[in-house]
């Protein structure tokens, strides 16, 4: 039996059922585990990952996950970001003005949060390239002749 130790992603998912009450942890594992248990903590990976999977079903997360990150990876596309290389979407979104986390990090209200960023970006322009600034200069000389008289 593998064990697992962290159980915040149950507790997540459990905030999010509709009617949550105190007994309904016991009776999500007793139901899991075909009445074997009611502690998480006896619980099989299998038994405890099946158990999330259809509790994030229930409550509509990941569905709600995937449509926010399609909106910001299609903005992100938009302002020139490769999002087929995923260091370069993580590389962008760890940067402290846009997310501070990888883009797999991300939960629905920061995807929310960071697609009203790029949309804000999109409307001033876009990304700013970054580099030296070469500015360039124009030398006027004159043409003159041998008898210092300008050539027209």
Same mark, same amino acid.
């Given at each position: 039996?593998?064990?697992?130790? @962290? ?6 998912? &459990? ?46 997360? *990941? ?9 910001? &990876?299609? &903005?992100?596309? @938009?302002?020139?970001? *490769? ?30 949060? &960071? ?36 050539? @027209?």
């Amino acid at each position: 039996m593998g064990e697992i130790k @962290n159980f915040a992603k149950f507790y997540a998912l &459990l905030k999010n059922i509709p009617d949550a009450n105190a007994d309904m942890k016991e009776q999500l594992v007793s139901q899991y585990t075909n009445g074997r248990t009611e502690s998480l903590r006896e619980m099989s990976k299998r038994e405890y990952y099946k158990m999330c999977a259809d509790m994030e079903a229930v409550t509509g997360i *990941n569905a709600e996950r995937k449509k926010e990150r399609s909106i910001v &990876l299609h &903005l992100m596309q @938009n302002l020139g970001i *490769n999002t087929a290389d995923w260091p370069t979407v993580d590389n962008f979104t760890m940067h402290p003005r846009i997310a501070g986390k990888p883009f797999r990090r991300l939960s629905p209200d920061e995807l929310r949060q &960071l697609e009203r960023k790029l949309r804000k970006i999109e409307r001033k322009g876009g990304l700013k390239a970054k580099g030296p600034m070469i500015k360039t200069k124009v030398l006027y000389v004159p043409l003159t002749d041998s008898k210092n008289e300008h050539i @027209n």
